[in-house]
């Protein structure tokens, strides 16, 4: 049976703007939503667990104008570029989604591979967290969980720096070399790389459509409400500050 949710569509926010409207909706929404959105300026998003030391090449961070939040769901670090890709976020009712966590994940994953089917592109499920295309991840995905409700928020890659993604993230075993650059390069894909010539609108687009057919959403465009709007300038603040960024959990 098909369910009414709202659609969201923002332009392109910073890492705290962007990340305290995915928590207020989170914590004050009251109808299923789904957001798409862009991040400006480029932005490393780190896992709610995740050392920020160990993860994040920090002066080269800053040497590139790259700025760095911390998230509140869980996965690993992201790097968000303006123009590289389409950030998506689903926040509903738990019980939409019955089953493990594991289920939720895949149930909510199968929107993203739909919509790369709308592309041209046969993409598969692996593991948790990720969508692939021929062994090459091209989305991942983190989740958090409140008052009985589900934040997923992911990537779909479009066209990528990959040389600044894995100059800034550091990856286990992953040396900054030729060499290095060349084996980063066979562990992600874009749309780019597999000759996918799309705008972001379009890419946007088929999101949505993707999204509405697996998770049979009736999309109405919406926008934040009042509380939402007024939660989320309270959140960045938090976000903003080098004690969130800098916490360990």
Do not use: C
Not at 117 to 128: D, K, M, P, W
Not at 149 to 178: N, Y
Not at 232 to 243: F, G, H, M, P, T
């Amino acid at each position: 049976m098909r369910g009414e949710w709202r659609l969201l569509v923002h332009g392109p926010l910073t890492g705290p703007e962007n990340m305290a409207v995915d928590e207020s909706l989170l914590l004050e929404a009251e109808m299923p939503t789904l957001r798409l959105y862009t991040w400006s300026p480029t932005t490393v998003s780190i896992g709610y667990f995740q050392s920020l030391s160990e993860t994040v090449n920090l002066a080269e961070a800053e040497r590139r104008g790259i700025a760095v939040v911390r998230r509140v769901s869980g996965g690993g670090a992201v790097m968000h570029q303006e123009l590289g890709e389409v950030t998506y976020s689903v926040v509903a009712p738990v019980e939409l989604f019955p089953g493990s966590i594991r289920d939720s994940y895949r149930r909510i994953l199968s929107g993203i591979v739909e919509a790369l089917r709308l592309l041209g592109v046969e993409a598969e499920i692996q593991g948790f967290q990720d969508v692939v295309v021929g062994g090459r991840k091209i989305s991942g995905s983190a989740q958090a969980r409140k008052r009985g409700w589900i934040l997923q928020h992911g990537t779909l890659l479009v066209d990528p720096d990959v040389e600044a993604m894995f100059s800034v993230l550091r990856v286990p075993g992953l040396k900054l070399s030729d060499k290095g650059l060349r084996e980063a390069r066979k562990r992600v894909t874009s749309l780019y790389d597999l000759n996918v010539d799309v705008s972001l609108a379009d890419v946007q687009g088929a999101l949505i459509e993707g999204f509405s057919r697996a998770l049979e959403m009736d999309l109405q465009e919406d926008h934040l409400t009042p509380g939402e709007e007024k939660k989320a300038e309270e959140l960045v603040i938090k976000y903003e500050s080098e004690e969130w960024l800098r916490k360990r959990p």
